[in-house]
């Protein structure tokens, strides 16, 4: 029994309902899904190559930032018009490349400020035209995240937009509490301690609210999560607030499971594998990596760089001869697959940390 035996799309972008199969089955078997954010084709790819080679399901997501860099950072992005171009062309090339791969993808956009909402509306046209013709949306998923403003005003605009995406059985992650660092421009590095952790009162009031809505929701709660990587002991992580969180809920709404709420990690680069062990055993799902990845492929290019260095200063002369050509050095096939490589190991990292890995 895997998670491809419960799925019915069993490899591509699934949506609705195999979304919802898919965390129920990940809160069964106690395992999470990396969600990856991807800025490029080539980032892309090599989170789905490390899919492949775990035999695991993945979520691939694209940043405001991130969707406008897919676009090109040569196009104004005033009102929103790059990373919703961006966006739409990220799912449309994860969508035709997802099944050569031979694995499940969630198709996810990660945070969704006030600010930055005409994004997060324009990417719902798209989701609705693509809906019209094909009778799933084109994202599997989106976040909104109100997590800096008001809790009333938080839950009532995610309600709004749980409505909007109810009819196409499309998912909602909303966070409550702030994720603390910076990421994709925006700052919580000053933000009040106890801002850091949700209490379980919101929980229970999101879910209250939501539930009626639409099944398709989760909740990234803040339990001192922070975005980018930190000195250890910097970051002070309670995950246990997240088993409090789902006793609350289960004893104000009186249902049977012990584990009603689907559960996201914020800012998981730099977690220690207890942290993500301990979070996973109290409904977690989905765990955010960017700062790791965005180092590990890094680390891949630098080292070819520093490495050929002799060979990519001149077009023609390196160490074997001034009259050796050096075409074959800096083909930027060969030093950006470096990158991927370096990516893709860091991702396959994640799948076994996780208990992803072998789970299809």
Not at 92 to 117: E, N, Q
Not at 292 to 317: E, H, N, P, S
Not at 324 to 351: H, I
Request: some cysteine; hydrophobic content about 40%.
């Amino acid at each position: 029994m895997g998670v491809t035996d419960v799925l019915e799309r069993k490899v591509g972008v699934i949506t609705g309902d195999d979304v919802l199969k898919l965390f129920n089955y990940a809160q069964e078997k106690k395992f999470a899904i990396p969600a990856v954010n991807v800025t490029s084709s080539s980032t892309v790819v090599a989170v789905l190559e490390a899919a492949r080679d775990s035999k695991a399901p993945v979520i691939i997501q694209v940043s405001q930032g991130g969707a406008a860099f897919f676009a090109g950072k040569g196009v104004a992005n005033g009102k929103q018009e790059a990373s919703i171009a961006g966006g739409v062309a990220a799912a449309l090339f994860v969508r035709s490349i997802a099944p050569t791969y031979g694995v499940p993808v969630v198709l996810h956009t990660d945070h969704c400020a006030k600010k930055l909402l005409p994004w997060l509306d324009g990417l719902l046209d798209a989701d609705e035209a693509y809906f019209r013709q094909h009778g799933e949306p084109l994202f599997s998923s989106h976040m909104i995240d109100l997590s800096e403003e008001k809790v009333e005003l938080n839950i009532e605009t995610t309600a709004k937009y749980l409505k909007r995406a109810a009819p196409m059985k499309q998912w909602l992650e909303m966070e409550i509490g702030i994720t603390g660092g910076e990421e994709d421009g925006v700052n919580n590095e000053d933000v009040d301690n106890a801002s850091l952790y949700t209490q379980p009162e919101d929980i229970h009031e999101i879910y209250k609210t939501l539930s009626p809505i639409s099944p398709y929701f989760s909740i990234a709660a803040a339990f001192g999560n922070v975005h980018g990587v930190y000195k250890p002991g910097n970051v002070k992580l309670h995950p246990e607030l997240l088993g409090k969180h789902q006793a609350y809920v289960k004893e104000k709404v009186g249902c049977k499971e012990d584990k009603p709420v689907f559960l996201v990690f914020h800012g998981g680069s730099g977690s220690s594998k207890k942290e993500f062990s301990d979070a996973i055993g109290y409904g977690v799902v989905k765990v955010n990596l960017d700062t790791d990845l965005q180092w590990a492929y890094l680390t891949g290019i630098r080292d070819y760089v520093l490495t050929k260095k002799g060979y990519i200063m001149t077009q023609v002369g390196n160490p074997d001869g001034d009259d050796k050509p050096n075409k074959k050095y800096f083909d930027p096939r060969v030093w950006v697959r470096e990158g991927e490589k370096t990516m893709s190991a860091r991702v396959a990292e994640a799948f076994a940390d996780f208990n992803c890995a072998g789970q299809l």
